[in-house]
């Protein structure tokens, strides 16, 4: 099971950091995206990681602002969302892409 956290209100310019934590299995070595979904929008992909981090992609509305990490010793994929943007406002979804198991979101709001 993957649970996102740390979604919220935030300020055009401030910024948030997203926590997906996995319980029952390991997201260790195992590649890891966060997508995220806008009102009437289709889920979109936001960042992507390799299983033991050496790698990252991102979507080019989010590169340079966004950096997605991984502790795989505490079983946990994180988002640093920097310089936000109302255009950001969304939730926000972890994704394993092993077995293409989601989170439930975290809603990210972000005020102009």
């Known amino acids: 099971q993957l649970e996102e956290s740390g979604g919220g209100l935030v300020q055009a310019g401030g910024s948030l950091r997203l926590s997906c934590a996995a319980s029952?299995?390991?997201?260790?070595?195992?590649?890891m995206d966060w997508f995220r979904q806008a009102p009437g929008k289709e889920r979109e992909f936001v960042a992507g990681?390799?299983?033991?981090?050496?790698?990252?992609r991102y979507a080019d509305s989010v590169k340079g602002r966004f950096t997605i990490s991984r502790d795989n010793a505490k079983n946990t994929v994180y988002l640093q969302m920097n310089n936000l943007k109302p255009e950001d406002t969304a939730v926000y979804y972890c994704?394993?892409?092993?077995?293409?198991?989601w989170g439930q979101g975290t809603q990210v709001t972000v005020s102009s």
């Open positions: 994704h394993r892409q092993a077995d293409d198991d």
């Open positions: 990681i390799t299983g033991y981090g050496s790698r990252t």
């Open positions: 029952g299995r390991t997201v260790s070595g195992t590649p």
